[in-house]
């Protein structure tokens, strides 16, 4: 094992095999799954598979006295005190260490799961290419009472912090960010980039947590998508506009749909930011907006769909179908629902012309895929 926390942590599954063995795992995983629809191109891995995670969030907790830090054991819900994982920017550990002594010393109380009281839930942090950095401290309802000079003094140790905010989580769900956010330092959010395109990412914002197999993935979207420049693309689950805005310069019009309020803001600025002027962006269901542009006769010659773990819902699918653009470009992060959207969409007249694996997450089961499918 490469990391002493891997049999408590439970976050890195593979930890027992090298690099090369991973991906020929994922390989032979994704062939089982997939492989009865078309064959399946080589796997695309990562030269130095470490610390490619920009973003981190440590769940904080009370044990023993003392002020605890680390990843919550997916079998217990227990904290696993981590204070360096392999897998995330070594930055933003560091960052989560100072935090950690800094409760401490100003007598900041963590949560405590067990008896429900407690301040400092959990930190989010966020990494930018050229080192920009947001803090999120996840807390409880109440004042924070030394919160000019524990941000003061975070600052002091760690000045590539360019933003620190406060959300407010006071459910029962532990990794969550609440709806109150309050700006302690900075602009509430930083600005990272892919693709030679900027991009602001707020606290709650979608973006991928490897920036460098994200452009790997994002550039093999585009050369599925094979525009000529006169396409009309719908981009479902747009998030913060990042595959929508990389198409964009090859196309006539994109329109990106996302039902998150706070990525669609994030969405319009990065437009603006960026100067691309023929892509617009929606907040609302995607398959109720592809509903309406069938009743309007609105037509998309490709579609875009990145959507979460749970795949498209059968509404969505369905929708889709009805406005029959002539190519789907879809990226999954989970092969289980893809494998199941793939037949129904293949049953709606849909060829699966190709499928192209990328290993996002080294070190772990997961892996991600973009698949091109034609109208028949």
């Known amino acids: 094992m490469l990391c002493p926390h891997a049999k408590k942590c439970s976050g890195c599954q593979l930890q027992n095999m090298d690099y090369e063995e991973q991906l020929h795992f994922k390989q032979a995983k994704l062939v089982t799954l997939l492989g009865r629809f078309t064959f399946l191109d080589e796997i695309i891995g990562m030269k130095h598979p470490f610390h490619y995670r920009n973003k981190v969030q440590a769940a904080f907790g009370f044990r023993r006295g003392r002020v605890i830090s680390g990843v919550y054991q997916s079998a217990t819900g227990s904290i696993v005190p981590v204070d360096s994982c392999l897998l995330e920017n070594e930055n ?68 590539e912090i360019t933003t620190v905010v406060r959300n407010i989580n006071d459910t029962d769900k532990g990794l969550m960010l609440g709806e109150h956010s309050e700006i302690y330092h900075g602009d509430g959010y930083i600005t990272d980039e892919v693709c030679g395109l900027q991009f602001r990412i707020s606290p709650k914002s979608f973006f991928q947590v490897n920036r460098e197999q994200t452009e790997v993935l994002y550039k093999k979207a585009l050369a599925f998508a094979r ?30 749909v996302e039902s998150n309020r706070d990525a669609v803001r994030d969405a319009v600025a990065n ?30 010659d490709v579609v875009i ?72």
Do not use: W
């Open 227 to 256: 525009m000529s420049g006169n396409e009309r693309v719908l981009d479902a689950y747009c998030g913060t506009g990042t595959i929508g805005m990389i198409m964009a310069k090859h196309a006539k019009e994109v329109v990106g």
């Open 92 to 159: 933003a550990d560091n960052i989560v260490v100072s935090i950690r002594k800094l409760c401490e010393s100003l007598n900041v109380h963590a949560y405590d799961n067990r008896t429900g009281r407690g301040f400092l839930r959990h930190v989010l942090i966020r990494t930018a290419k050229n080192g920009d950095t947001m803090v999120v401290l996840v807390t409880t309802k109440g004042d924070f009472k030394c919160r000019s000079l524990f941000v003061k003094k975070l600052l002091q140790l760690h000045p």
């Open 305 to 376: 769909t990145d959507p979460p773990r749970a795949g498209c819902s059968a509404k969505f699918l369905k929708s889709l179908i009805a406005l029959a653009p002539e190519r789907i470009v879809y990226v999954s992060c989970n092969p289980e629902t893809l494998a199941r959207d793939l037949h129904t969409l293949r049953r709606g007249g849909y060829k699966i012309k190709k499928i192209q694996p990328v290993d996002m997450f080294p070190f772990t089961a997961h892996v991600e895929t973009v698949v091109l499918l034609s109208k028949l």
């Open 271 to 300: 437009a603006q930011a960026n100067g691309i002027r023929n892509i617009r962006f929606i907040a609302a269901d995607a398959g109720a907006f592809m509903d309406r542009a069938v009743a309007d006769g609105e037509p998309f």
